[in-house]
Nanobody
Framework: QVQLVESGGGLVQAGGSLRLSCAAS????????MGWYRQAPGNQRDLVAR???????DYTDSVKGRFTISRDNAKNTLYLQMDSLTPEDTAVYYC?????????WGQGTQVTVSS
């Protein structure tokens, strides 16, 4: 069973940066289109960035130019570099394939941006 473990969240002031990591078991990061999702209180879980097995990336409009998704195939790890953070980015961030085929989501990592 694939396991996903997110880390790197925290409390940061507006304009600051964070780098999230997602450690995955097996070769899922290398072989799959992977994505970062986020869920704010009272909201649904939305995809914010994804990267294909070939390395193509795309982002939801609200994070374009500020977030960068990448991966290290040798480490089976997915990353999300988040710059110029705003309070609207506050959420729990998760990784999964895109679409999300892994049934057991990780615990997520909390990102809180203060104004």
């Amino acid at each position: 069973q694939v396991q996903l473990v997110e880390s790197g969240g925290g409390l940061v002031q507006a304009g600051g940066s964070l780098r999230l990591s997602c450690a995955a078991s097996g070769s899922i990061v290398r072989l799959s289109t992977m994505g970062w999702y986020r869920q704010a209180p009272g909201n649904q879980r939305d995809l914010v960035a994804r990267i294909t097995a070939g390395g193509s990336t795309d982002y939801t409009d609200s994070v374009k130019g500020r977030f960068t998704i990448s991966r290290d195939n040798a480490k089976n790890t997915l990353y999300l570099q988040m710059d110029s953070l705003t309070p609207e980015d506050t959420a729990v961030y998760y990784c999964n394939t895109a679409p999300p085929y892994v049934r057991s989501w990780g615990q997520g990592t909390q990102v809180t941006v203060s104004s």
